[in-house]
T-cell receptor, first 115, second 113 residues
């Protein structure tokens, strides 16, 4: 069974450009989460999808970030325009059901470098 | 609000020595607690979890952790460290209802030969 996959593994862009990150969850997992780790600090929650609906987007830093999950399958996270402080590692995770007791399976992350 | 503190940013141990990584959490109710490990170029891998019941939980790769409610701690231990255990370790607490996780800053483990 394929795990959570994220594309690209590394992206280098200039300030002001747009970048789109993609996450393919484990097949059949309704829950999809985005997290971000900036400057070696803690991994912070960004948002949570249940199928195609945003369950919780309280962690999204500002309106330059747009997450979508059309059809309840893969998800994209677009940053437009990118700023220097957006650099970091973006993780995606998926779980079969909703609730804290459900194990989240993480992808390897996308390392975003904004120059 | 939930929070997690990992006091040790970096720990170095000799191969074969015992290991304890500290984790303190803050959460209003009974927490769901997790330890993850991340090796270079890899995603976060779940080592073990605590939901309820026996406060000493066993995980993969010979790791265990003990939940101590009175100390709000969930420390990770291993009796004998192997060179392959060198990685970064994260403690996390998860929101009961939705599964939103809060992580500590991580502890980087270096293993000396």
């Amino acid at each position: 069974e394929a795990g959570v996959t994220q594309f690209p593994s590394h992206s280098v862009i200039e300030k002001g450009q747009t970048v789109t990150l993609r996450c393919d969850p484990i097949s059949g997992h309704d829950n999809l989460y985005w997290y971000r780790r900036v400057m070696g600090k803690e991994i912070k929650f960004l948002l949570h999808f249940v199928k195609e609906s945003k369950q919780d987007e309280s962690g999204m830093p500002n309106n330059r970030f747009l997450a979508e999950r059309t059809g309840g399958t893969y998800s994209t996270l677009k940053v437009q325009p990118a700023e220097l402080e957006d650099s970091g590692v973006y993780f995606c995770a998926s779980s079969q059901a909703t609730g804290g007791w459900n194990i989240q399976y993480f992808g390897a992350g996308t390392r975003l470098s904004v120059l | 609000a939930q929070s997690v503190t990992q006091p040790d940013i970096h720990i170095t141990v000799s191969e074969g020595a015992s290991l304890e990584l500290r984790c303190n959490y803050s959460y209003g109710a009974t927490p769901y607690l997790f330890w993850y490990v991340q090796s270079p170029g890899q995603g976060l891998q779940l080592l073990l979890k605590y939901f309820s019941g026996d406060t000493l939980v066993q995980g993969i790769k010979g790791f265990e952790a003990e939940f101590k409610r009175s100390q709000s701690s969930f420390n990770l231990r291993k009796p004998s460290v192997h060179w392959s255990d060198a990685a970064e370790y994260f403690c996390a607490v998860t929101n009961t209802n939705a599964g939103k996780s809060t992580f500590g800053d991580g502890t980087t483990l270096t293993v000396k030969p």
